[in-house]
């Protein structure tokens, strides 16, 4: 136990429908020890979880305070040893749903790091992956908004829809990235009216590239 919170309960991979929401976890990411109240983002999607991060004073006092005002070298290196300073008070915790799902887990790591330039924009931000309770997970951006198949009326019209996802699909042919999982629940419509593609595991290399860039003619 620590700062009053507990620990959280040890899973595996195959006992999430006997998991109540909301709850407390806690997971590790670099060398931070990061608490957390969990709730589900949709009851079919049990591994992707919307975190509320637990805050001391001197954590908030770190990140709100002094992190901006220290040298840029002093602020990337605390925020890749140790992020909970540098987090925002709510991200996704995106986990690993079953062993053999390991290829997609690492290849959505991988087109987040080519789509580095998108992050935050037009694609979620990659905090880093972590461990929960033994499982690998990432720990990305969160979202304000709907999906494009859940949004209420009024809509936008389907022109417009089709434009903004054509912004970001040509901003990841840029990159040498095709996105291959272009369904409405992977849409998600912002509050400030943008649109996002999340669920990147499917994103594969365009042919005619290397390392993500367009090969010289």
Known sequence: MADGVSDSVRVNYFDEDDILYPRLIQFQLGRSTIYAT???????YRHVLKLDLYRSAWQRFISRRLLPVLPEVCQRLIKRWWPSYSLPDCVLLKKLQRPDHTHAFENE?????????????????????????????LVVSFMPGVTAREQS???????????RIRVIAEEMAASGIVYGEGKLPNIILTDDDRA????????????????GRPLPA
């Open 196 to 211: 996002v593609l999340i669920d990147l595991e499917n994103g594969r290399r365009r042919a005619g590239t290397r390392s």
């Open 38 to 44: 969990a709730n589900l983002i949709h009851p079919f």
């Open 109 to 137: 790591q991988t087109m987040y790091k080519r789509l580095a330039a998108l992050q935050g924009r037009l694609i979620p931000y990659l905090y880093g992956e972590a461990q929960c309770g033994g499982v690998r997970a």
């Open 153 to 163: 009326k009024p809509r936008p019209a389907v022109e417009e829809l089709i434009e």
